[in-house]
């Protein structure tokens, strides 16, 4: 066979393949709903979703709520964003979430671009919404809050991520009563992303029974406990700048010592796993490890009454539940999701047992942290939501090759043309 022929097939082989499989992924997505029914289970699951890549065409994300039996109690996608969920104490079908709407420039004041951030609460069952709490912030990408915890029925505390602030407001008065700044304690040109835009991330808050107060701040891999009169309890804190403890983290659930506690479960989100630490002799230990082969850039993981453990994995596009022996026992298709809340169960972690005191068993493919890991996050975070992780790298694969084989049948003529006017001159 010539050897240029044999080339040419080569090159039609590898894009033929990796592209067939986008083809037939794309195929396949478009016969099957982004949001479908899920298995049954006890109680009601309710997740909220990101739905903010580059290439999808929907541009809002949705927050669903699945009945017992599996179907579509609640469905919602007003906003172009919704972050946290959390049930509210007492209710069975009740919860509060924090979403942004991006507004046109003529709604932002002093910017081009802003989001209006909101609190609200809605009944699952009758659909009825009530807003508690709103903010204009500028920008519309990491300039939205991630978290708001409820302190009590007037007061609650807010994860701002656009000003890297933690602060209690008083949603009836409309006023902030404290203010910490991740800047007075971190310095903001010495770690983290470009200050003043993305740099510390901070995408995660929780008010503990004690007043103390637990924060994840994701660019700089650390997590923090602050005491309000105090400030930040050194001693308590995990990871940080330069330590390879945590991989820019997301939602840490603090599990208290009437719950085999002190222990932090944690979406360790660039190091695709879930991970625990327990609090032994004044330090952290690592004491329990989840992972599987699709998960990526897992961004929840609460740990339910019973031993089981929720977890919102964001670029595998589904909310699972996974048993004490890790194994998956309960799952459906959630694109680009955030947080999930099994409700009646506690407030993330509140009713669940430290992986210690119950014995969980770790399973993890491989604890190495993948090098790439924000390529292949930003990869699949401009890929289209139906295009799973090998899809995203075939389909460079099918591009660069073409390019390539363009480049080689370039060279091709070029290489011919010279060898006749040698020809010729002769």
Known sequence: ?????????????????????????????????????????????????????????????????????????????????????????????????????????????????????????????????TRLYAEVTKGTTNTRWHDVDRI??????????????????????????????????????????????????????????????????????????????????????????????LHGQHNPDYIPEENGGPALLIADSGANRIVEFQRVNGSWERSWVWKDRRLSWGRDADRLPGGNTLITDTNGNRVLEVDERGEVVWQVRVPTGYEAERVATGDESESGNSAQSLGLESQYVDERVPLPTYFVHSAQYLAPVWLDLTGVGLAIISVCGTFVWGLFEVWTRVRRSGSRGRNVAH
């Not at 899920?38 to 994300?61: D, F, L, M, S």
């Not at 996608?77 to 946290?84: R, V």
């Not at 924060?215 to 309890?233: A, H, K, M, Q, W």
Request: hydrophobic content about 35%.
């Open 1 to 129: 066979m010539d050897k240029l022929l044999a080339v040419r097939l080569g090159f039609v082989f590898v894009i033929v393949v990796s592209g067939g499989y986008v083809a037939a992924a794309f195929v396949t997505a478009a016969d099957s709903p982004a949001i479908s029914e899920a298995p049954p289970t006890q109680n009601i699951t309710v997740a909220t979703t990101t739905r903010v890549r580059q290439a999808q065409a929907k541009e809002n994300g949705e927050i669903v709520a699945y009945a017992p039996d599996g179907s579509i109690l609640y469905y919602n996608e007003t906003l172009n964003i919704y972050d946290d969920v959390d049930p509210v104490e007492g209710e069975d079908a009740t919860v509060e979430y924090v979403g942004a709407k991006h507004l046109p420039p003529e709604d932002c004041p002093n910017t081009v671009r802003c989001s209006r951030n909101v609190v609200e609460r809605v009944d699952l069952s009758s659909g009825e919404t």
């Open 152 to 245: 009590n029925e007037s007061h609650l505390l807010v994860g701002d991520i656009s000003e890297h602030r933690i602060f209690v407001v008083d949603h009836r008065r409309d006023e902030i009563t404290w203010t910490w700044n991740a800047s007075d304690y971190f310095d903001p040109n010495s770690t983290g992303g470009d200050y003043p835009g993305d740099w510390a991330h901070l995408n995660d808050v929780e008010m503990l029974e004690d007043g103390r107060i637990v924060t994840s701040l994701r660019n700089l891999d650390v997590v923090v406990f602050i005491r309000p009169d105090e400030g930040v309890l050194e001693e308590w804190t995990l990871g940080g700048p330069g330590s390879d403890r």
